[in-house]
Every structure is written in C-alpha cells, then in structure tokens.
C-alpha cells in the first residue's frame, strides 16, 4: 500500500532575506496580532496539492521537471491583512508575469492530476503570521526588499511534535 503525503509548490526565501523579514516583523507587529510563522517556514505558495499519493507524486514532479520557465524579480512591497483565514501577508503590488505563469501552470498540472485547486484567484503572498482573526494595525508600508526567483521547490507538510514542518523534497531551476 502506498502512502500519501501533504504536499506544495512553493518559492523559498534566501536565508538573508527570512532574517531581514522576520527581523522587521518583530518591530512591525505587535504579539497579539498573530502567530508568527517560524524563519524556516517563510514561503510563496505556487500550488497546493493536498494529500498525495507516491505514483501522483511522481507522476506531478516529472510534469514540473517539463516546465520551460524564467526566473524573475519581484519586490515584496505590499501587505495585506485576510481576518476570515487569519492571515497577514507580505507581497508585491506588482507581481511579474513569469510568477502568474509559473503558478498557474503548476495549478493546471494540479487540478489535471486531480488536486483540488481553489477557485478563488491566485494570491501572490508569504503568510507573515497565522491566527489574525482579530483587527490588526497594517504598517504603511514595508522595507521594500527585492526577491530574485531562480528556482522552486517541493515541499512536504507535516505536522511534527505540535509544529508545523516544511521538508524541500525536490526543485526545479529556472531559466535565464
Ligand atoms: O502560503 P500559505 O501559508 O498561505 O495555508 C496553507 C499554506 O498557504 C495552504 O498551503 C500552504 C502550505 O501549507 N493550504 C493549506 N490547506 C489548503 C487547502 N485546503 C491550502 N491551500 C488551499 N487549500
């Protein structure tokens, strides 16, 4: 019998980057605001897969080996508060073209493996914090940092001695 695993598409941030990120969340928040989402855990959801079996799995990263795509700057400028999922996020106001393309082709590879995919448009963002169910005082503006993309990756989500784990099972160069 195979086993199933939870799984994403997902960009990651350089290692600098989670440490100036989370180094300006702790001065831009307030402790009650929110859960913060641990350095490590810091990332762009592309796809959400769900629960995946080993063949789907294999079958969904030779479909991303197959993608011919750019890499692409983008500069994370922007912040937004969602009270009803409890999310304050960081994005860009202007989200490069190669990422809306990226992500909905690993969307549509998804959904023609049968991933559920949300209706709901794609949403370009790095959760900041979790559990902002509450009002929160969205700074007007953040630091602005750029972000070259020049790869993206596999994770697996677990749920690990009461945290919530990201393993990179695999990823995908992109291209010049
Ligand atoms: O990138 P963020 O943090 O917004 O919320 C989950 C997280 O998104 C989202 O997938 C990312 C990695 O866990 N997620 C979890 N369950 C989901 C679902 N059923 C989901 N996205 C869509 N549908």
Redo the contacts with the bound molecule.
């Keep these: 019998m195979s086993s199933s695993r939870?799984l994403?598409f997902?960009l990651s941030l350089p290692d600098a980057l989670q440490q100036q990120v989370i180094r300006w969340r702790a001065e831009a928040f307030k402790p009650e605001d929110g859960r913060p989402?641990a350095a490590a855990n810091l990332?762009?959801?592309l796809a959400?897969l769900?629960e995946v079996s080993a063949q789907k799995e294999q079958a969904l990263k030779t479909q991303a080996g197959r993608i011919a795509q750019t890499g692409f700057s983008l500069n994370l400028d922007d912040l937004g508060h969602w009270p009803r999922?409890g999310?304050v996020?960081l994005g860009s106001k202007r989200p490069p073209r190669a990422l809306l393309q990226l992500a909905e082709l690993l969307r549509s590879q998804a959904a023609r493996s049968g991933c559920?995919q949300?209706p709901l448009p794609f949403h370009p963002?790095?959760?900041l914090l979790?559990a902002a169910t509450q009002p929160v005082a969205i700074p007007p503006g953040t630091p602005g940092w750029p972000f070259n993309a020049n790869h993206f990756s596999l994770?697996q989500?677990s749920f690990e001695q009461g945290r919530?784990r990201?393993h990179e099972l695999a990823q995908w160069p992109l291209g010049p």
Excluded: N
């Design positions: 939870r994403f997902a989402v990332h762009l959801t959400f769900g999922p999310v996020w559920y949300s963002h790095i959760t979790r994770y989500s919530t990201y």
